[in-house]
C-alpha cells in the first residue's frame, strides 16, 4: 500500500463516524490496571484503547507481550477485544525480541514510531520512545481528527504525552502525520 492508502485505512478503521458531535467530549482516563503500559483516545468518542503487558502466571508471555483492547465508555465502558482488522492494519502492535526482558515494539499502521519495551531499574516494564527529541516513558497517544470526510479525514495532530525517566516531568509532543 502507497503511504496515503495505509493513512486513509488506519483512520477508517478508528471509527471515524461523526467528528463534530464528540469533538468537546470529556476523555476519560483509564485507572486501575496494573499491567497498563499506555492508552490511545481520538475523535470522535471516547472509546479507548488499552495496551497492556501480556502475562500470565509465569510471567511476560515473550511471543506477544503487549495485549492491546478497548474499553467502551461511550457504550457501556466494557472490555472489548479487538477484531481482525482492527488487530493487524490499525491498532495492533508488532513485537521483536532483542534481548531478555527488552522488545522492539512498532504500530502496525505506523511502522515509523519505534518503541521499546524493557524492564527498568525499577524491575517494572514500560515502553519507551521519543518524545521531543528525549527518550520517555510514553503514557497516552491522543489523535485529533478536524474535519474531513469518512474517507479522507483531515487529522490535525497526533499528540504524544510521556514520563521523562531521569527528572519524572511529564512531557508532550504534538506531531503532523
Not at 497492556?52 to 466494557?78: C, F, S, T
Request: charged letters at 25%; hydrophobic letters at 40%.
Amino acid at each position: 500500500m502507497t503511504r496515503i492508502y495505509q493513512i486513509i485505512a488506519f483512520f477508517l478503521l478508528l471509527g471515524i463516524q461523526n467528528v463534530s458531535a464528540q469533538r468537546d467530549a470529556k476523555y476519560p482516563t483509564p485507572s486501575g490496571n496494573i499491567n497498563e503500559l499506555f492508552f490511545i483516545q481520538r475523535d470522535p468518542n471516547i472509546n479507548t484503547l488499552i495496551y497492556e503487558l501480556n502475562m500470565n502466571k509465569g510471567g511476560l508471555i515473550e511471543d506477544e507481550p503487549v495485549h492491546v483492547y478497548w474499553i467502551r465508555y461511550a457504550d457501556k465502558g466494557q472490555k472489548e477485544e479487538l477484531n481482525y482488522i482492527q488487530r493487524n492494519f490499525a491498532y495492533g502492535v508488532k513485537s521483536k525480541l532483542i534481548s531478555k526482558d527488552n522488545y522492539e515494539i512498532r504500530f502496525v499502521s505506523y511502522k515509523k514510531k519505534q518503541m521499546v519495551l524493557k524492564k527498568s531499574a525499577d524491575n517494572n516494564f514500560y515502553i519507551f520512545t521519543d518524545i521531543n527529541k528525549k527518550q520517555a516513558i510514553l503514557k497516552q497517544v491522543f489523535i485529533r481528527v478536524n474535519g474531513g470526510s469518512f474517507w479522507v479525514p483531515n487529522i490535525e495532530y497526533v499528540e504524544l504525552k510521556g514520563i521523562d525517566p531521569t527528572t519524572g516531568v511529564e512531557v508532550v509532543e504534538r506531531m503532523k502525520i
